[in-house]
């Protein structure tokens, strides 16, 4: 399997990056809870796309 360009990651990163910069603003409480909850989820989705496509162990070459 070869690598991939995911888009969808992409825009999960930028999305959790504006999230966070908005969660940074507010005050802590509820609101900013759930910003940084969706944060995570979204950086989670980053990370398991990430580990989906790796090319993973490769049997050694003859």
Do not use: H, I, Y
């Not at 070869?2 to 966070?20: C, I, S, V």
């Not at 507010?26 to 989820?41: A, F, T």
Request: glycine fraction near 4%; charged fraction near 30%; proline fraction near 10%.
């Amino acid at each position: 399997m070869t690598k991939k360009p995911d888009l969808a990651a992409e825009q999960w990163k930028a999305m959790a990056a504006g999230l966070r910069a908005k969660a940074e603003q507010l005050s802590p409480g509820p609101d900013r809870d759930e910003l940084l909850r969706e944060v995570r989820r979204l950086e989670t989705a980053c990370n398991m796309s990430d580990w989906a496509f790796s090319p993973g162990l490769r049997p050694p070459k003859s």
